[in-house]
């Protein structure tokens, strides 16, 4: 099993900067492949960002691209997304995920087999 707890969340100004982080416990691997989705009233959960287990490949939503970072410290085991110049679209509940198995890239939520309990994003305009 592996447990993934997210923190970071928080209430933003339009223009506005967060970090969220997500520390992972439990039977960890550095080989995990890794996601962020996100979840609006109303609409269905969306794929954000992912990383590869090396944290050499990143890959990202169009709707995210340019402002958006994700990245991995694997010796502290803890995921991060940088987000730089919020809108309030980007309002949601942040989810991080881990992917034991599935092919690169990965961006279908079904293929991820494990989830933290999210974050909530605010943004003002």
């Known amino acids: 099993q592996v447990q993934l707890v997210e923190s970071g969340g928080g209430l933003v100004q339009a223009g506005g900067s967060l970090r969220l982080s997500c520390s992972a416990s439990?039977?960890?691997?550095?080989?995990?492949?890794m996601g962020w989705f996100r979840q609006a009233p109303g609409k269905e959960r969306e794929f954000v960002a992912a990383?590869?287990?090396?944290?050499?490949?990143?890959y990202y939503a169009d709707s995210v691209k340019g402002r958006f970072t994700i990245s991995r410290d694997n010796a502290k085991k803890v995921l991060y997304l940088q987000m730089n110049s919020l809108k309030p679209e980007d309002t949601a509940v942040y989810y991080c995920?881990?992917?034991?198995?599935?092919?690169?890239?990965?961006?279908?939520?079904?293929?991820?087999?494990?989830w933290g309990q999210g974050t909530q994003v605010t943004v003002s305009s």
């Open positions: 995920a881990a992917d034991i198995g599935s092919s690169w890239p990965e961006s279908r939520s079904y293929k991820y087999d494990y």
């Open positions: 439990g039977r960890t691997g550095s080989n995990y492949n």
């Open positions: 990383i590869s287990g090396s944290g050499i490949r990143t």
